[in-house]
């Protein structure tokens, strides 16, 4: 009896203790730059990112702060198209290539 008492308490205290860890709240920090903060998926399809790989390098646009995905890049900055794809364009910012949302200039993507 004292055997299964005592399986009986481990069990319970297994059990309360993951039910606490899933009550656990974590907190991030918003960065100070402006980034959308929207849910998004993008499926970016392959041919994409091959063709921008291939286009021959234009100037890069040199950017104060990091290019992350969401970020909005200034109005400025000339975006190409991407032959096939209008919801896709590209530019080369910190001598990356970065693929955007030709309409928002929103980063979708940023090319190693």
């Known amino acids: ?20 860890a899933q009550s656990t709240v974590i907190i991030e920090q918003q960065p100070a730059d402006p980034v959308v903060t929207h849910s ?7 041919e994409v990112r091959t063709y921008v790989m291939e286009q021959e390098p ?3 646009i040199p950017y104060e702060g990091d290019v992350l995905v969401g970020r909005v ?9 991407v032959e096939g794809y209008n919801d896709y364009g590209y530019t080369i910012v910190n001598e990356r290539r ?3 949302d030709p309409q928002t200039h929103t980063v ?3 090319l190693e």
């Open 98 to 100: 970065v693929i955007v």
């Open 1 to 20: 009896m004292r055997k299964f008492t005592l399986a009986a308490t481990a069990a319970f205290l297994a059990l309360s203790a993951s039910a606490y």
């Open 73 to 81: 890049l200034p109005e400025s900055v000339e975006v190409r198209p």
């Open 40 to 46: 998004t998926t993008h499926v970016l399809p392959g």
């Open 58 to 60: 234009m100037e890069s």
């Open 108 to 110: 979708i993507q940023v």
